[in-house]
């Protein structure tokens, strides 16, 4: 399990702004002139953990990124984007935020330790036999990666305790999810209630404001009585492409 890595997606993203091919930018930094890592190991696990969050999505969504980093890579809406693929890589931490997070959320109950991760790890341990095999040093070691990444990302803060805030949701990382909803063949009603939202904690109604927002925008077409729903969305959003 590896962490955020924000240092060295900007450092990457940064690169493929500039227009660098990402065999250019693999071997900058396997070869330590784009990674600061000592140890080719290390910079070769970071390399692939990228890979596989940020390098096999859709063209539409690589793109959508890179751009984000133009507005700043520090910005809201850049690093929203690469926590929204962060956690939809990786399914554990998507289970953790959208299900115990949520709940304390709900709740309001902010507070958050590793014994919240690892007692999910003992929940899932039925279904995942090899959590049983872990030993308890790696199972304190991924809480507190998961924890720290989330904190990067801006849904917890402090350092040695830890508290759920609110992540911003920009816009256009709410048309993003979208997109990526629509291209699953999520329609409708359960457009709204899909647990991606929760990773930036909205509810329902939340959920809603965004979409009338691009409504107003005339990317969508979008209207809501009750539970009707009415979502129209670009044709080309649809491609999974």
């Given at each position: ?72 890579p520090h910005g809201r809406e850049f690093v929203s984007l690469l926590y929204v693929h ?12 959208t299900r115990v997070l949520w709940e304390k959320w709900s709740l309001q109950q902010f ?131």
């Open positions: 399990m590896i962490g955020a890595l924000l240092p060295e997606s900007e450092r990457v993203f940064g690169c493929l702004e500039a227009g660098r091919s990402l065999e250019e930018i693999r071997e900058m930094a396997l070869h330590g002139t784009l990674f600061t890592q000592r140890a080719l190991l290390s910079r070769k696990r970071f390399w692939t953990m990228l890979q596989s969050r940020y390098f096999k999505l859709p063209k539409w969504a690589l793109d959508e990124v890179i751009e984000a980093y133009r507005s700043g962060y956690a939809l890589c990786d399914r554990f931490t998507f289970d953790f935020i507070n958050v330790a590793n014994d919240d991760i690892l007692k999910m790890l003992d929940d899932c341990a039925e279904a995942e036999p090899q959590v049983t095999t872990w030993t308890e040093a790696t199972r304190v070691k991924l809480a507190g990666i998961i924890l720290s990444s989330l904190r990067d990302f801006g849904v917890l803060e402090g350092k040695q305790k830890k508290r759920l805030v609110k992540p911003v949701l920009p816009l256009k990382t709410a048309e993003h999810i979208l997109r990526i909803l629509t291209a699953e063949g999520v329609r409708g009603n359960d457009v709204l209630t899909d647990p991606t939202w929760r990773l930036f904690l909205c509810t329902e109604d939340e959920v809603a404001h965004h979409l009338q927002h691009l409504a107003l925008k005339r990317i969508i077409h979008f209207e809501r009585a009750g539970r009707t729903v009415v979502l129209q969305t670009p044709d080309e959003w649809r491609d999974l492409r």
